[in-house]
């Protein structure tokens, strides 16, 4: 091969490589749809401590990541699930407070989405169980003319790990994720 023709068709190879910017979500992007929701900044809580209603309240989870509950003060939050802050509330009030105290915690408010891109409003949105992509881009005030309506591209946390994955519209959304709508070629 000629050192022009050779050029040529490593050029054609870079360029058509650089256009397919096609990543798609890795295993554990979907694998996080399975498991158990994670509490992290920006959720709000509700802790119900039963038979003591000066400790039933909703707390918002701050930008460090802990609730401020009375008596005991700050409790971990990121990073745990429901079930785990139940615990962890408990053995504190056991320790001095409540002789047996039985704690539940659910999920009062998730932590926003964010979508991006080509459409009509982009911005903060509220996650309600079950928001597809569709859904947040229709929040969003729909897809712009110029939008690729095939697929977009999610940013999640997973474990204290960003990914970034190309989903279809029909996927689903998790708490925290930022949706960027792609503009289409032609």
């Known amino acids: 091969m000629r050192p022009t023709l050779r050029s040529a068709a490593l050029l054609a190879v870079l360029a058509a490589s650089g256009c ?3 990543r798609p979500a ?4 979907h694998e996080s749809l399975t498991q158990s929701y994670v509490i992290d900044s920006g959720d709000r809580i509700r802790v119900t401590v039963f038979e003591q209603e ?3 309240n909703s707390y918002s989870v701050d930008q460090a990541g802990y609730i401020a509950f009375p008596l005991v003060g700050s409790i971990a939050a990121r990073g ?3 079930d785990q802050i139940e615990t962890l509330i408990a ?3 056991r320790k001095g407070y409540l002789r047996d105290p039985d704690v539940s915690v659910e999920i009062d408010r998730y932590r926003p989405v964010f979508v991006m891109g080509e459409v009509g409003a982009a911005g903060q949105y509220a996650y309600v169980p079950g928001l597809t992509v569709y859904k947040a881009v229709a929040m969003a005030g729909g897809f712009s003319p110029r939008a690729n309506q095939g697929d977009v591209d999610i ?4 474990n204290g790990k960003v990914m970034n994955g190309r989903v279809p519209t029909s996927d689903p959304v998790l708490p925290g994720d930022t949706i ?3 503009e289409r070629l032609f």
């Open 80 to 82: 745990h699930t429901a």
């Open 20 to 22: 397919s910017g096609y």
């Open 155 to 158: 940013t999640r946390d997973i």
């Open 180 to 182: 960027y709508v792609r």
């Open 91 to 93: 053995d504190k009030l």
């Open 26 to 29: 890795p295993a554990a992007f």
């Open 54 to 56: 000066g400790l039933t």
